[in-house]
């Protein structure tokens, strides 16, 4: 029986006899008592780890929201489970008053497994784990300063009717998990890969710069040396420095020749 089966039932007789010629005739009819049916859709016993945690990372790092279900209907059931950032609402300055905190929901995984799409601040930076029957975990990877906030989850307990549709016995949200992402500031790496007219200008451009510059000063060098060897003499000396010396020689003297230099022999 299912829940549409409820309400009230009754019934009615005829009583047919049969005449000499053997036809039947109805001899009378009643009808009977009613009878009021209500079925009942199992108790709900389906509880949720209420228990209120704080959780403190680095930037670029990662935190677990963790929704334990702690007790269930039946054994047939099944979860679907929504993950929600909660952010509160500013105050209204002219009328002093504060309207009720707002839902963003991150991830839902229906009780089918069908996965919605991950909200866009989140986009590509959460994983989903069942690790038991009854406790579901969702990652969210290189967090940063805006994901600090409040989370928490909702369970939604869904049971099988008879006909096989599945219908939603009961709901129950956990506890708020506080998480704050401590900002270790922008270090010049991060600022310089952020930007990229910057990364070229840093990482590539002095490259080929440097380059030319050394090849530059190589054939400067090479270039000044071989002019260099070009307007040296035998000894190392300019060649427009020195002339040959006068010598005094007499093939009869037997004192050996004398040396001397002039003056005006060297320019």
């Not at 929704?67 to 099944?78: D, G, Q």
């Not at 992402?181 to 451009?205: A, E, K």
Request: with cysteine; proline share 6%.
């Amino acid at each position: 029986m299912t829940v549409q089966d409820s309400g009230t039932y009754d019934c009615r007789v005829e009583e047919w006899l049969l005449d000499p010629t053997d036809k039947w005739y109805k001899r009378g009819a009643e009808l009977s008592g009613l009878t009021t049916i209500t079925v009942k859709q199992p108790d709900a016993s389906l509880q949720v780890d209420t228990t209120m945690a704080n959780i403190t990372v680095p930037e670029q790092g990662h935190f677990h929201l963790d929704c334990n279900i702690l007790s269930l209907s039946s054994r047939e059931s099944r979860f679907a489970v929504t993950w929600f950032n909660v952010k509160k609402k500013e105050r209204d300055g002219q009328a002093g008053r504060k309207d009720g905190d707002e839902r963003e929901t991150l991830l839902k995984v229906g009780q089918d497994t069908i996965f919605s799409r991950e909200a866009n601040p989140w986009e590509g930076r959460l994983r989903f784990q069942r690790l038991s029957p009854t406790l579901y975990r969702l990652t969210v990877l290189q967090a940063g300063a805006v994901d600090t906030g409040n989370y928490s989850c909702r369970v939604e307990e869904w049971l099988p009717d008879p006909r096989g549709m599945w219908y939603k016995l009961a709901e129950e949200d956990s506890g708020s998990t506080a998480v704050y992402v401590q900002d270790t500031g922008s270090s010049l790496q991060s600022v310089i890969c952020s930007n990229d007219s910057l990364f070229y200008f840093v990482f590539f451009y002095p490259f080929p710069i440097f380059g030319i510059l050394i090849i530059t000063i190589l054939l400067v060098r090479f270039k000044s040396r071989n002019s260099s060897k070009n307007s040296e003499g035998k000894n190392g000396a300019p060649l427009l420095w020195i002339k040959e010396p006068h010598l005094n020689y007499s093939p009869t003297c037997l004192e050996p020749p004398v040396l001397s230099i002039h003056p005006g022999t060297i320019d």
